[in-house]
Antibody, heavy 119, light 111 residues
Framework: EVQLVQSGAELKKPGDSLKISCKGS????????IVWVRQLPGKGLEWMGI????????RYNPSFQGQVTISADKSISTAYLQWSSLKASDTAMYFC????????????WGQGTLVTVSS | QSALTQPASVSGSPGQSITISCTGT?????????VSWYQQHPGKAPKLIIS???NRPSGVSNRFSGSKSGNTASLTVSGLQAEDEADYYC???????????FGGGTKLTVL
């Protein structure tokens, strides 16, 4: 069974750094793109960026370029999303998901990681 | 890249059919047959229900169907059931740096 299991909820202060994770299992992790998706409270879905774990080829939505860093460790089938300095406006649910690059549909989703940034 | 346009809400009674539209441009919806639809229940992750405009993944009810005409894609839910009450999002390949664009989402209420 394909699964993407994300790290737990985080409560951080503005200016803090953070790295959340997404571990894949039940399939060959490396040759499948992973996408990170943001969902602001009560709002819709936004793709942030994608990564190909096999060679760490990474592409960012221009709206998120420079705001976050996406990485992966193929040896442990895990992708990451990190911030160097969080802002209150980063408060959101973050999903990782498996992206089928040929037609850009997402077939499997992680359960989501809620990030709350508050002083 | 602007989000695809979806109605904020639609509603229907059990057993009825509803259609949710998703309007883009010829740079996304109209330019490719790469439209997907996702269902999201409150507090849950989205779930893929349609890919490639009209392809229904294994395990998804055949009450869900997708189509496209020009720059507008549509999701039809027939034989509405209470469990269909959820938010629905469309997405499309948009090419270049934009890669993917999502719709703003539609809340389906089963009356």
């Amino acid at each position: 069974e394909v699964q993407l299991v994300q790290s737990g909820a985080e409560l951080k202060k503005p200016g803090d750094s953070l790295k959340i994770s997404c571990k894949g299992s039940g399939y060959n992790f490396n040759p499948h793109w992973i996408v990170w998706v943001r969902q602001l409270p009560g709002k819709g879905l936004e793709w942030m960026g994608i990564i190909y774990p096999s060679d760490s080829d990474t592409r960012y939505n221009p709206s998120f370029q420079g705001q976050v860093t996406i990485s992966a460790d193929k040896s442990i089938s895990t992708a990451y999303l990190q911030w160097s300095s969080l802002k209150a406006s980063d408060t959101a649910m973050y999903f990782c998901a498996r992206l089928i690059i040929t037609d850009t549909h997402v077939d499997y989703w992680g359960q989501g990681t809620l990030v709350t940034v508050s002083s | 890249q602007s989000a695809l346009t979806q109605p904020a809400s639609v509603s229907g009674s059990p057993g009825q059919s509803i259609t949710i539209s998703c309007t883009g441009t010829n740079s996304d919806v109209g330019g490719y047959n790469f439209v997907s639809w996702y269902q999201q229940h409150p507090g849950k992750a989205p779930k893929l229900i349609i890919s490639d405009v009209s392809n229904r993944p294994s395990g998804v009810s055949n009450r869900f169907s997708g189509s496209k005409s020009g720059n507008t894609a549509s999701l039809t839910v027939s034989g509405l059931q209470a469990e269909d009450e959820a938010d629905y999002y469309c997405s499309s390949y948009a090419g270049g740096n934009s890669l993917v664009v999502f719709g703003g989402g539609t809340k389906l209420t089963v009356l």
